[in-house]
């Protein structure tokens, strides 16, 4: 990990995390049960989103309350991950979770304000930002001063505009509670990201918006603990930049952009689950 | 007109703690009471429009009601996916305030003309939108908003247009005959009043909430009439016309509804002020006169806008 602070105090989980394997687990079979897309960006984001609700007070969550820790997660197409990762910590149940994508269920192929625990519905990209910022502005006016605000955002997503528009704002306003995590997966829709509109080196755009860059690796949940950590008692803007995988742990899927959308058949879906029988992620 | 909606602001933050202003850099003389008054509860976040309603809807998450004020265009236009996706679909009762409505911004061209916004926001779900005719209206405008606990749009008009007794959703002025009806919101409603000093038989409905129409309060106005003439600063094909054609159609009554509107187009001829496109579309208490009394061959003319 590189950071631009340095003594990081130890990280401070308040729980036993969930196994990263397990999360895959449940996205395949979630993807697999309906046929849904998005692999490849679900299994990037999982040690991400372990490390921040690990980070969070899940209960506050559950509760609904005013003070809680909030989860943006701005790639709203992650939605296989974010609930299979909020199943695993409790906030979405094995009955739900069972009607991913499908008739009559409330959990969409992108993320919905409607699943209790779902700060806010993403899947046109750019949004999820301004609205962290403004919960973030609005949880430092009315005094609840320890509340996280995460917002998870791809790679490929952060060419949109309206991100920058929202980092500009939360540099100005030095929103210290404020933690964007940057799913570096390197590809975006159809290619890579190099190829499209590099963006490297892109820990030095953040650092020229005025935010300390903590970049890590992306499939290192204790790395991402950490940074988390170090942020929370940091006094001004920062940003996690965690260099991941996209398809991460199914080994016909990573690196490759056709698994943005592609679902998985029987055979595919048997390979997969065998490669991560050994639990060696 | 804005003036008294930032009175009625500030004096309803005093006793509302909930309620967060934003504003996109806009409202010289007008804002600075209310950062001085409320600092926390006060935002400019600069000229970003996008991140300005996400930011909204974020405060709302926080358990605010975010005021965000603007001009109409870049409010709208800009940020039409954000209302979308950020505010209508939470049902985040974010009250937009647009302002320039119409022809306001005259002589500063068609990036600048708001004839095609609140037809936009009307094709999104739950979000109320109010046009006030007058400063009697639009003192009391935002109390109505805030009551209703909804997502709401206003669009403001320059000026300040003083009608009597018109702090009402709906304003009633009928006729001395069976002359047709005038409906009309925001700063065409002076004009339709206008015309009716000039023709007394005319009789003038005042929408100063424009959507959703309530048919049902309005079919015994229509029901009056064999014609009814929808006068606004709007596409007509997105506007009042529009909505209105729809609601007497399924209501039954019978009343041709026509409209005189803006035609569909941007106007690239500068005009030095408002009423030079009124004047241009037919749309000053004069043009409203020559509608009112054409004959139906005319009325066709002016209704597809071939002038």
Known sequence: MTADTASPPAPAFRRELPDPTSVRRTVLEMLYRSRASHLGSSMSLIEILIAIYGACDVDAIRARQPGRDRVFVSKGHGAAATYATMYHFGLISGDDIATYHLDGSLLAGHVSHVVPGVEHSTGALGHGLPVAVGTAIGLASAHFDDALVFCVLGDGEIQEGSVWEALLLASHHRLRRLIPVVDNNHISSITQTSKVIDMAPLGDRFRGFGFAVHEVDGHDVAAIGEAIEIIRHQDGPSVIIADTIKGKGVPFAEGQPVWHYRSLDDKSFTAAMEALSGGSL | ?307
């Open chain 2, 1 to 307: 007109m804005r003036g008294r909606i930032f009175e009625a602001l500030q004096a309803r933050m005093a006793d509302d703690p909930s309620i967060f202003f934003v504003t996109g850099d806009m409202g010289i003389n007008l804002v600075e009471p209310i950062e001085e008054c409320y600092p926390e509860r006060y935002l400019n976040v600069g000229i970003a429009e996008q991140n300005m309603i996400g930011v909204a809807a974020g405060l709302c998450n926080a358990g605010f009601r975010p005021v965000v004020y603007t001009i109409g265009n870049f409010l709208v236009h800009r940020c039409f996916e954000q209302i979308r996706d950020d505010i209508a679909l939470h049902g985040y009762p974010v009250l937009l305030i647009g302002t320039s409505a119409g022809y306001d911004n005259a002589p500063l061209g068609p990036t600048h003309h708001v004839i095609d916004d609140w037809g936009a926001i009307r094709n999104l779900p739950g979000i109320d939108v109010y046009a006030p005719a007058s400063v009697e209206f639009a003192a009391s405008v935002l109390d109505r908003v805030l009551s209703a606990n909804r997502p709401a749009y206003i669009r403001v008009a320059k000026g300040s247009a003083t009608i009597p007794g018109s702090d009402d959703l709906v304003v009633d002025r009928p006729g001395s005959g069976s002359g047709p009806l005038l409906v009309s919101y925001g700063a065409l409603a002076g004009e339709c009043l206008k015309a009716q000093e000039l023709m007394p038989e005319l009789s003038v409905l005042i929408l100063n909430k424009i959507h959703p129409v309530d048919m049902a309060a309005l079919a015994p106005r229509f029901g009056a009439h064999d014609r009814a003439i929808v006068v606004e600063d709007h596409f007509g094909h997105s506007g009042l016309y529009s909505s209105l054609c729809q609601a007497v159609m399924e209501s039954g009554v019978d009343c041709r509804i026509e409209s005189a509107a803006p035609p569909l187009g941007f106007d690239l001829v500068v005009g030095a002020s408002a009423a030079t496109y009124l004047l241009r579309g037919g749309l000053d208490a004069a043009g409203i006169l020559r509608r009112a009394t054409a004959e139906s061959s005319v009325r066709e003319e002016a209704r597809h806008g071939y002038r």
